[in-house]
């Protein structure tokens, strides 16, 4: 309809006397001119073009915080889930974590780090067991054995991290070092709830793209990679400015 018009609109003038260009010579003559901005006008254009795609971001990014703080609960309020540090704490970390991950291993200094700096603080431990059977063993060992010692978990996750897990037997090694009883633990293990509560984890890690281990979820943001105490505590501690603004 508008190509019609506009067809309309140049025969039009033409009636008047005035000399005018065809409809396709138009065409050409504004792609043209379009074409010689474009060529004269980088600048500009790269702009323009910077401008929109930083809209694009931030639109991103906004939509993708609300997603993360529709799951929040989730993250953070699932009573089975490993925790360390104040269970009253106003700003929670969530971690994506697997045993087997040498970054995980890496990281584990550093959430000590940023515990002992800050006692406000919690962080929550999403078992995502994405390296292997090994890594599956040591997760399901470890949402068991927090149902069994919550108050010890610490120090197992300790251990689990400076060991070197290659066998069941060096998880139960570990167990019964910290005083429960090795067989109470085999019982435990296959029952479904705990795989149950595996896949749940591994579903969460794909809704939010989460693809690897480390991964921090802090306020409404994911944090791919691992990531340093004071980079940890900077963002906390923009958490809980965010949270009293």
């Known amino acids: 309809m508008k190509l019609t018009l506009l067809k309309y609109?140049?025969?039009g003038v033409a009636t008047l006397g005035f000399a005018v260009l065809g409809y396709s010579q138009l065409e050409g003559y504004v792609d043209t001119r379009i074409q010689h901005y474009l060529e004269t006008n980088p600048a500009e254009v790269y702009t323009a073009t910077s401008k929109g795609i930083d809209l694009l971001?931030?639109?991103?990014?906004?939509?993708?915080?609300?997603?993360?703080?529709?799951?929040?609960?989730?993250?953070e309020q699932d009573n089975s889930d490993p925790f360390l540090g104040n269970p009253d704490a106003d700003v929670t970390v969530v971690m994506f974590s697997d045993y087997n991950c040498g970054y995980c291993k890496k990281s584990h200094p550093t959430l000590q780090t940023a515990l002992n700096a800050d006692r406000n603080l919690r962080i929550v431990i999403k078992e995502f067991p994405i390296l292997g059977p090994m890594s599956q063993m040591a997760a399901a060992a470890s949402v068991v054995f927090y149902?069994?010692?919550p108050e010890k978990f610490g120090v197992f996750q300790?251990?689990?991290?400076?060991?070197?897990l290659s066998s069941q037997q060096d998880i139960l090694s570990i167990v019964e070092s910290l005083g429960i009883d090795p067989n109470v633990f085999l019982n435990e293990l296959p029952k479904p709830y705990y795989a149950q509560k595996l896949g749940e984890n591994l579903s969460l890690g794909e809704k939010l793209q989460i693809n690897g281990t480390p991964a921090f979820v802090i306020n409404g943001e994911v944090y791919p990679g691992a990531i340093s105490s004071e980079e940890l505590l900077k963002i906390v501690s923009q958490a809980r400015h965010d949270a009293t603004s």
């Not at 971001?57 to 989730?74: D, I, W």
């Open 9 to 11: 609109a140049i025969a």
């Open 57 to 75: 971001k931030e639109a991103e990014k906004v939509a993708k915080g609300k997603f993360v703080n529709s799951l929040k609960g989730t993250l």
């Open 147 to 149: 149902h069994l010692a």
């Open 158 to 164: 300790d251990q689990m991290f400076a060991s070197h």
